[in-house]
């Protein structure tokens, strides 16, 4: 009986408060590479990485007025499996059984991740932003090194 009364008071609260049950709508399902592996495997689609840095003045642009648009949202909420990455971060990552790591902390002024070395360099190089496009079983489709703006980031999507 608790139980029932602990469920109906969660439904009252999110019927009371319809912010909250629209929030996730109102925003990019950004994911992690390891809930990635067991989304596909579930439910497979597209998957479109996001590759920044904390320093990149065309990141934070795209973060502020692309990814807030309510068409890019929608379309890469139902479509596609979205991953935002920084390329500096120096958290160890676990994807398809190996572990990559950001090798370069302490050794570089822009320490940049082995999964950002592997996915993400144009010539050896890293230049952000860089959007990666990926069938389900992780075949590239495309990628982009540099600003989209939400119609351009549309069309790279929709094309592949």
Known sequence: MRGLFVYIAFLFTCVANPSQASAQADEIQWISF????DSLALHPK???IDFYTDWCTYCRKMDKSVFSKPAVIETLNKDFYAIRFNAETDEEIIFGGQLFVND????SRT???QIAQLLATRDGKFAP????LLDPEFNALGRNFGYLDS?????FISTK
């Not at 932003?129 to 990666?132: Q, Y």
């Open 129 to 132: 932003p860089v959007l990666l």
């Open 111 to 113: 320490p940049m991740h």
């Open 46 to 48: 597209n998957v479109l």
């Open 104 to 107: 370069q902390v302490g050794e």
């Open 34 to 37: 390891e809930a990635l592996e």
């Open 151 to 155: 119609n351009q980031l549309l069309e």
